[in-house]
Antibody, heavy 121, light 113 residues
Framework: QVQLQESGPGLVKPLETLSLTCTVS??????????WAWIRQPPGKGLEWIGS???????YYNPSLKSRVTMSVDTSKNQFSLSLKSVTAADTAIYYC?????????????WGQGPLVTVSS | DIVMTQSPDSLAVSLGERATINCKSS????????????LAWYQQKPGQPPKLLIY???TRESGVPDRFSGSGSETDFTLTISSLQAEDVAVYHC?????????FGQGTKVEIK
């Protein structure tokens, strides 16, 4: 059973960079089958896909966030990461790391628990 | 972007009764050569991440009770809970994965009447 666990600060100051890491267990991140994703959910609101990454660091980003987002993979640690720069209060959300069911054009099969990240001074 | 619109925003159903949630996409999410609709449904209980229920519009994920069913094609889709149980209280989200960016509906909250 694949498990995902997010880690990173729960509080980020405005205009700084939000950084989160997802550690994968029960499976290997360098599988040629799967894409790995970040999805966020502002409190009480709907889900927004941020981006997805492949083990060879091929990426898809949401155009609405593309200028501020960077995702990376560390296969030696079985982790992938999210960096979102120049954050504002609008970036306050629960941030989930997740795995697609197979390739990029597939639903999300596994989700982390998702920490709330608050942007505030 | 493909816009996903769910209706209603919330509904209250008596235990054992049917619950129906609709999802409409702003453009077709059907890939005709494969006869597949790139549409998924998720269930999200309070304080938990979403859980995949149905994909390809009508394929039930392993372990999902058969009271959950999905139907529809191209732009109009439905999630039906045939006999609502107390543990089905949740927010339900539809998602298209046909075109990037993948997009979700706003969610439908299901409660017990």
């Amino acid at each position: 059973q694949v498990q995902l666990q997010e880690s990173g600060p729960g509080l980020v100051k405005p205009l700084e960079t939000l950084s989160l890491t997802c550690t994968v267990s029960g499976g290997t991140i360098d599988s040629s089958t799967y894409y790995w994703a970040w999805i966020r959910q502002p409190p009480g609101k709907g889900l927004e896909w941020i981006g997805s990454i492949y083990y060879n660091e091929g990426t898809y980003y949401n155009p609405s966030l593309k200028s501020r987002v960077t995702m990376s993979v560390d296969t030696s640690k079985n982790q992938f990461s999210l960096s979102l720069k120049s954050v504002t209060a609008a970036d306050t959300a629960i941030y989930y790391c997740a795995r697609h069911r197979s390739g990029f054009f597939s639903p999300i099969e596994y989700w982390g628990q998702g920490p709330l990240v608050t942007v505030s001074s | 972007d493909i816009v996903m619109t769910q209706s209603p925003d919330s509904l209250a159903v008596s235990l054992g009764e049917r619950a129906t949630i609709n999802c409409k996409s702003s453009q077709s999410v059907a890939y005709t050569p494969q006869n597949k609709n790139y549409l998924a449904w998720y269930q999200q209980k309070p304080g938990q991440p979403p859980k995949l229920l149905i994909y390809w519009a009508s394929t039930r994920e392993s372990g999902v009770p058969d009271r959950f069913s999905g139907s529809g094609s191209e732009t109009d889709f439905t999630l039906t809970i045939s006999s609502l149980q107390a543990e089905d209280v949740a927010v339900y989200h539809c998602q298209q994965y046909y075109r990037t960016p993948p997009t979700f509906g706003q969610g439908t909250k299901v409660e017990i009447k």
